[in-house]
């Protein structure tokens, strides 16, 4: 049967490489909403190729400018900002809602469509980090599955299948280690936007490959896979491997370790969340373990990236704790990006964020936000 998609942020990296999937299974996946941030070059040809029935932009100017280009096509609806993020996420006709926002502005729509009965292809990590006491709930009581979309993530949950009755020891997530593995904080005092977004593996949008370098985007990562398989930060252990072929794995009671290996290539996570529980033809190279032919492992620098510390710390307190981090985190990475801070900066800003922002010990989605923006403000006043 075919299935029908709503795709949050169809020009970054997932966005893009979700409708490779969908040209690659054009009888069984249909796009029919999409939205984008200001990438309206691109927007414009997805729009011409997949024909959807919805979209929204960013701004009001943009969708006037949007309309104008596209007014050759009948029968599109055109949206902007939040509330066109939220008809694109609850979409009549989607049956999945693949959520390749970047960012906290993710979590709105992904209540609304899990209140409209949409499956959740899940790439935007922000919405367990920060709302994920709010979003697993709710998703349980409307029945609705939350598949991810991360690599580490999908092969967890992929690890897991057949495997749910049995106890978990322990979550091994892996990380590439980025492109600074090995560096100490001397060598990393002088690091260049361009030196940072040079990843070794994966091809990702800026912020996400920033994040990589920090080891901030793993730190975010322990906390979506707390919520995600329902464990404690104890048992969630993070192994640098940098071949990046075990995209992570699973510990259960008797000692057996079942993972998860592929090349690294996110249409494989993507194709299996749009199509689970079956699995599909991914036209893509295989792996070839002959050509790999060792893999390794460390444990982390958790001093010189001391980043993923901080991302245990906020998860240990709780609350409005997390909200902080990553806002703290996102604001910081957009200056670094800017070469407004240094590279080192971007994890002391977070844990002066931490120490200084009040904490809300269970906050509703609307303290959520409110954190979100005194986070912002305290930052911009400070830097």
Same mark, same amino acid.
């Given at each position: 049967m075919a299935s029908k998609i709503s795709i949050l942020g169809s020009t970054g990296s997932i966005? /893009?490489?979700?409708?490779?999937?969908?040209?690659? $299974? *054009?009888e069984d996946l249909t796009v029919v909403a999409m939205s984008c941030g200001r990438n309206i070059d691109l927007f414009e040809k997805q729009i011409r190729k997949y024909h959807p029935s919805l979209v929204s932009v960013g701004t009001l100017e943009l969708a006037e400018d949007l309309k104008t280009r596209i007014k050759d096509l009948s029968n599109i609806k055109i949206s902007y900002g939040m509330d066109g993020l939220i008809e694109v996420a609850t979409a009549p006709e989607a049956d999945t809602v693949v959520t390749a926002v970047v960012g906290m502005i993710g979590v709105k729509p992904t209540i609304a469509a899990i209140n409209s009965g949409?499956?959740? @292809?899940?790439? $935007?990590?922000?919405?367990?980090?920060? @709302?994920?006491?709010?979003?697993? *709930?709710?998703?349980?009581?409307?029945?609705?599955?939350?598949?991810?979309?991360?690599?580490?993530?999908?092969?967890?949950?992929?690890?897991?299948?057949?495997?749910r009755q049995n106890k978990i020891n322990k979550i091994l997530l892996t990380a590439s280690g980025g492109p600074f593995r090995g560096k100490t904080l001397e060598e990393l005092e002088n690091v260049r936007v361009e030196d940072a977004l040079k990843h070794p593996n994966w091809s990702m949008g800026a912020k996400i490959t920033i994040d990589s370098a920090t080891m901030i985007n793993k730190g975010l990562e322990v906390m979506e896979a707390k919520w995600l398989f329902g464990v404690g930060l104890g048992q969630i252990e993070v192994l640098v491997h940098p071949q990046s072929v075990l995209h992570s794995a699973v510990e259960f009671m008797d000692g057996a370790v079942i993972g998860q290996m592929g090349t690294p290539d996110m249409r494989?996570?993507?194709?299996? @969340?749009?199509?689970?529980? $079956?699995?599909?033809?991914?036209? @893509?190279?295989?792996?070839?373990?002959?050509?790999?032919?060792?893999?390794?492992?460390?444990? *982390?620098?958790?001093? /010189?990236?001391?980043?993923?510390?901080?991302?245990?710390?906020? #998860?240990?307190?709780?609350? $409005? #704790?997390p909200t902080i981090f990553n806002a703290a985190n996102e604001r910081a990475v957009a200056k670094f990006l800017k070469n407004k801070i240094g590279f080192l900066e971007i994890p002391e800003i977070v844990s002066e964020a931490m120490l200084n922002l009040d904490h809300i010990d269970n906050p509703t989605i609307e303290q959520v936000l409110e954190t979100e923006a005194a986070t912002y403000d305290f930052i911009e006043n400070r830097w």
């Open positions: 966005g /893009t490489q979700t409708l490779d999937i969908v040209s690659q $299974n *054009p949409k499956d959740i @292809a899940l790439a $935007n990590k922000e919405t367990l980090v920060t @709302a994920g006491h709010i979003i697993m *709930p709710l998703a349980k009581e409307k029945g609705i599955k939350i598949l991810p979309v991360d690599s580490e993530h999908s092969a967890i949950f992929q690890s897991l299948e057949g495997n494989l996570p993507i194709l299996y @969340a749009l199509f689970y529980p $079956n699995r599909r033809t991914l036209y @893509a190279d295989s792996l070839d373990l002959f050509k790999v032919a060792s893999l390794t492992f460390e444990k *982390p620098d958790m001093d /010189t990236f001391y980043g993923l510390s901080l991302a245990y710390e906020a #998860m240990e307190v709780g609350g $409005n #704790m």
